[in-house]
């Protein structure tokens, strides 16, 4: 049961179905961004407001909600936006991604594979990729309007002739369905890949900027690269210390004054399940 | 010259100003290979007529037709702002009195020179470089200052990579605001040698605007007069400058001399 | 050993009672009451209603309660409550001209219609700090009032100035329906109504400052304060089913005209331009600072050059809201180890192909 005095989802219906009709719009023109009336949430701006606005006007009473931040379940921001619709929804929440209908996210895509029917929800503080480019609102929308790219490269040009290769490592811009250039949000490049004919749908809201863009199932997504220097991801000379995995996004941990380090997965869950399937001698410490 | 030949018609050109009225009633035609000087003083209108014809700004009346790479002439207001915008980047340049309008300060000489290509949708990083090294040597830059944010670098070589902008498209017709202004004489000495190098080089149509009668002598070919807002006199460059008609011509023309 | 980096759900319930235990402070000492927030700390009762947009002084004093004085916090709990409250309706423009006056002051002319009326202010106050007051328990003589209103009527100075043609007209009401930028974001250039909605919820300190840097000359307008006057004026609305203005109550407001700089050209002959401020409750600073930045933020519209950040419409509204502002800058906290460790690699790789060993301090 939800907490009284407060609507299904913290949002009153008329406002739910105002970002629903913004979410269609968005789904009907993917990558584009779509303005929208963000309301002042209890939570704090820049703390994932525009996901939990989007969340909120999704969410049903059957959904099983999965809230992750930086990858992991147990983080203090994943932990305080899972209990809020726990809260004022009611809904039933999970850790495992096979589980879950709804999918909120801060920084990171699951590792395990998304299935149709499952809807991702980013949480986004700046969803213009050209903002660093060129400050002016009327201008990257005029931009967009006519297709007008070409200061994005401009920018990875820079990147190569500084550092010999494209420096972006996250919030690393991609074009959906050959039309638009489109913020993924500060994910690492590692998950730009997984963004590509997803066949989950993926929903992006910026509170703080009041704008909200989707890409549908199975949209092509490419990440931009010089023909010369092609997009590539990160990769870990070792294993996850935790299940072994080499091909999960990996996070280091500093365990000791010496600045001892251990690579661990990033994804909670996904290690996790991991390491439940392997018998217990085979992990390591 | 014939008629279907001409690159640029301007047409009863106005611009206004609420109740003031900055040019009046131009017309010439500009040919292909042609530059075109327009001169007078401060406040005669030239900037303004330079960045209506330029689409920058939107004129009263008139009207403004261009010779497309296609061999159409067409009305550049009626085109969509797409094409426009698109015309801007690839057939036309602009080089403006201040190289800190034209450029963009925070990004590196090469990065400037190659904008115009990735915006037509180059990809190679290789060619973009190779390109660019290739204009900036053009303009008399070298390829070590390739990389080099243009706020190091002096007004006269930030007006060269200006130019170098512009010219990495292979533009047909190119549009210049006082484009030694401000920079010392024999600096502009050599800009204006390298200016004239490049159009004969590359065969470009140019209109230059200017208050030295100097830069139109080198420059151009023909010459429009103004004075508060209209065309007072047109011709030959040599015939205007040598054998002014009119009284505001022969006073301008003598109080250059006179100097 | 591996060491968890990650809060559990127990680290929060703790914090958060820790954070109750402290805002109790001292249980030997009487607890606040909102009576005691709303009557004796009126202006930040004033400045929490303000910009968290919300007439509501009690709501307003539990918001300061709850956030131990932090006014931004406090503005944040009224804006999250006002989100969850169905809209009637808008009322209808509230009738400054008919406010009961309580101050009103006017630069521009010695005397006026209505005169000069001091009302409560720290104007001409020695800022001393009254130990008496640290004492407490003297209750100050009530101070003299008029037993009427003073004038029969308060006409307003930008009013008097435009019967001459003095001042430009008020843009005429154009019937079409006034925008609400908690319903609808921002497309710009934003029209005149949603700038002035966007200024009156603004940080009184962002605004402050940006009205104090177009008089340093960064946007200059040459402000006069025509008039500020503070008071009370009844809200009116007409409920569809009765089809006519009924008063639902009043609202404190303070309202600033300022008149600036003139303008005039061969058609128009030469005209004081105006800027506005209108801020809930006794909030004179705010409406000053609102009056010359939406004074500022008219450059375009007047043919100004917009060179000024006060001038920059895009500049000042995506800045000036505090509880944006405030959430992006304290989001910083929030873990951003992913990111970073993508940058960290960067870095690893880009120093390894810069032939350095990236382990391996300067010294070695």
């Not at chain 1, 790219?149 to 972006?168: F, N, P, Q, T």
């Not at chain 3, 402070?25 to 009762?45: F, T």
């Not at chain 3, 008919?98 to 009302?119: C, E, H, N, W, Y």
Request: aromatic share 6%; net charge negative; proline share 6%.
């Amino acid at each position: 049961m939800h907490e009284a005095g407060y609507n299904f989802a913290y949002l009153d219906e008329q406002t739910k179905r105002a970002i629903r009709r913004g979410l269609l719009k968005a789904v009907a023109i993917p990558g584009h961004q779509v303005p929208f009336a963000s309301r002042e949430m209890p939570l704090p701006y820049g703390w994932g407001t525009g996901g939990i606005q989007l969340t909120a006007a999704l969410l049903g009473r059957e959904d099983v909600l999965k809230v992750i931040d930086q990858g992991a379940d147990d983080t203090t921001n994943a932990v305080s936006i899972r209990r809020f619709f726990a809260r004022t929804a009611g809904v039933a929440t999970t850790t495992r991604v096979v589980e879950a209908t709804l999918i909120q996210t801060r920084h990171r895509i699951p590792e395990a594979p998304l299935a149709e029917g499952q809807i991702v929800v980013f949480q986004v503080p700046i969803p213009e990729p050209l903002r660093w480019m060129e400050a002016s609102e009327r201008e990257t929308r005029r931009m967009h309007a006519l297709k007008e790219y070409g200061l994005m490269h401009v920018s990875l040009y820079e990147d190569v002739a500084r550092h010999g290769r494209i420096a972006k490592t996250y919030d690393y811009p991609v074009m959906v369905a050959g039309r638009y250039l489109m913020s993924p949000s500060p994910i690492p490049k590692f998950d730009n890949p997984k963004l590509d004919r997803s066949p989950a749908l993926q929903l992006f809201g910026a509170g703080r900027e009041r704008r909200l863009y989707a890409v549908p199932p199975y949209t092509e997504v490419n990440s931009l690269d010089f023909d010369d220097h092609p997009f590539t991801v990160e990769r870990w000379s070792q294993p996850c210390a935790l299940c072994g995995a080499t091909d999960s996004y990996l996070d280091e941990i500093i365990t000791d004054d010496a600045g001892t380090r251990m690579l661990v997965c990033s994804d909670t869950d996904h290690c996790g399940a991991r390491r439940a399937e392997r018998p217990a001698e085979e992990c390591t410490p | 010259m014939s008629d279907d030949e001409v690159l640029l018609r301007v047409r009863g050109l106005t611009h206004r100003y609420g109740a003031r009225t900055a040019c009046a009633q131009v017309d010439f035609d500009l040919h292909p290979g042609e530059v075109l000087g327009i001169v007078g003083e401060s406040g005669a209108g030239k900037s303004t007529l330079l960045h209506c014809l330029a689409t920058r700004l939107q004129p009263s009346a008139g009207t403004v037709e261009y010779r497309c790479a296609d061999g159409r002439l067409r009305e550049v207001f009626a085109l969509s702002e797409a094409e426009r915008r698109l015309l801007l980047r690839t057939e036309w340049g602009l080089v403006h009195q201040n190289p800190r309008d034209g450029l963009r300060m925070e990004v590196s000489a090469g990065g400037n020179v190659g904008e115009r290509l990735m915006a037509v949708g180059e990809r190679h990083y290789g060619r973009i470089r190779t390109q660019a090294a290739h204009w900036l040597a053009q303009v008399e830059i070298g390829a070590e200052r390739l990389d080099h944010l243009p706020a190091t670098f002096s007004g006269g070589m930030q007006q060269r990579v200006q130019i170098a902008r512009n010219l990495v498209s292979r533009p047909r017709l190119l549009f210049m605001d006082e484009p030694t202004g401000g920079l010392d004489v024999s600096v502009q000495a050599r800009l204006l040698d390298l200016l004239r190098g490049l159009v004969a080089q590359l065969g470009l149509s140019a209109i230059v605007v200017t208050h030295d009668l100097g830069v139109v002598r080198l420059l151009a070919q023909r010459l429009l007069v103004m004075r508060g807002g209209r065309v007072v006199e047109q011709g030959l460059t040599d015939q205007v400058l040598d054998d002014p008609q009119h009284p505001y011509t022969q006073l301008l023309v003598s109080s250059i001399l006179r100097v | 050993m591996y060491v968890s980096v990650k809060g559990g759900e127990r680290a929060i319930d703790n914090a958060h009672r820790w954070l109750a235990e402290a805002r109790r402070g001292d249980p030997a000492v009487a607890e606040l009451s909102l009576e005691q927030i709303a009557g004796q700390l009126a202006g930040s009762v004033d400045r929490v209603m303000a910009e968290g947009s919300l007439y509501d002084p009690e709501l307003a004093a539990l918001a300061i309660k709850q956030a131990r004085g932090d006014l931004i916090e406090a503005v944040f709990l009224l804006r999250a409550y006002r989100s969850t409250l169905p809209r009637f309706g808008a009322a209808e423009p509230l009738d400054t001209a008919q406010m009961a006056i309580r101050r009103r002051v006017s630069a521009t002319f010695k005397d006026l219609p209505g005169g000069q009326i001091l009302g409560p202010t720290f104007d001409y106050t020695h800022r001393l700090l009254d130990f008496q007051l640290a004492a407490g328990g003297a209750v100050p003589p009530p101070a003299e009032r008029a037993a009427e209103p003073v004038a029969p009527a308060m006409p307003r100075v930008a009013d008097l100035l435009g019967a001459d043609g003095l001042i430009e007209p008020e843009a005429a009401d154009d019937g079409r329906p006034v925008g609400d930028l908690t319903r609808e974001p921002f497309r710009f250039p934003v029209d005149r109504d949603v700038r002035l909605q966007a200024l009156a919820r603004g940080d009184e300190g962002f605004l402050l400052a940006l009205g104090y840097s177009s008089q340093r000359g960064y946007g200059r307008n040459h402000p006069f304060v025509g008039e500020l006057r503070i008071g009370e004026v009844a809200v009116e609305f007409v409920p569809e089913e009765l089809g006519f203005a009924v008063e639902i109550g009043t609202l404190t407001v303070t309202e600033c005209q300022m008149v600036n700089q003139f303008k005039g050209s061969a058609e128009r002959p030469a005209q004081f331009t105006r800027g506005y401020g209108l801020v809930f409750g006794h909030g004179e600073r705010k409406a000053m600072s609102m009056a010359l930045v939406d004074r500022a933020l008219r450059a375009g519209e007047l043919d100004e050059a917009v060179q000024a950040p006060a001038q920059d419409e895009e500049f000042v509204l995506y800045h000036c809201d505090n509880v944006q502002a405030t959430g992006f800058v304290e989001h910083l906290k929030l873990p951003h180890y992913v990111d970073f460790q993508s940058e960290l690699e960067m870095v690893r790789a880009l120093r390894a192909a810069a032939g350095r060993p990236a382990e391996e301090p300067e010294d070695a």
